[in-house]
């Protein structure tokens, strides 16, 4: 709205380090974010202010067992902190996911995740997500999907509580 590459742009400078191979992973990112940049997909209402700026710092893993269909599953976890500029409040957030590939069928996949959204030090409670699912080949061209999700006090707001459920279905001709 401000013109692009302007001083009142919203402005984010990320740069990312990582190591990956086949079996694991591990990436490292900062990022400095100016001008009312918001990172609302997971935050809370309070965790994704920034007024003037901020300082973020994001560390992510995984891991993958040698062989599927195995009771060890993959296991991906994630961390980020943010300093925030003028605001006495700093923010932080987590997730942890497992996945097992080839558990019933060939090909099929059954994942949990849970985490903290990105939460404010300011915030009076705190807000949890999960999700679950079950992705499984049809045939060789549709894969069906059926996830249920929720999460407590989602936007930091006491009993601002959500669950649902969804299927996805994925053609490829």
Known sequence: ??????????????????????????????????????????????????????????????????????????????YDISTVEDQDADTDAFFVGLTWKDSFQADDKVGIAVGKPQTSDDDTVEPFAWEAYYSFKVNDSVTMTPAIFGGTDRTGTDGDDVTGAVLQTTFKF
């Open 1 to 78: 709205n401000n013109g692009f590459l302007t001083g009142e742009a919203e402005t984010n400078w990320s740069t990312q380090v990582a190591y990956t191979t086949p079996k694991f992973h591990v990436s490292y990112i900062s990022a400095a974010k100016y001008n009312d940049w918001t990172d609302s997909y997971y935050s809370t209402t309070l965790g994704k202010a920034r007024t003037s700026g901020s300082t973020n710092h994001g560390i992510r893993a995984y891991w993958r067992p040698d062989e599927t269909g195995a009771a060890m599953p993959e296991i991906s976890v994630g």
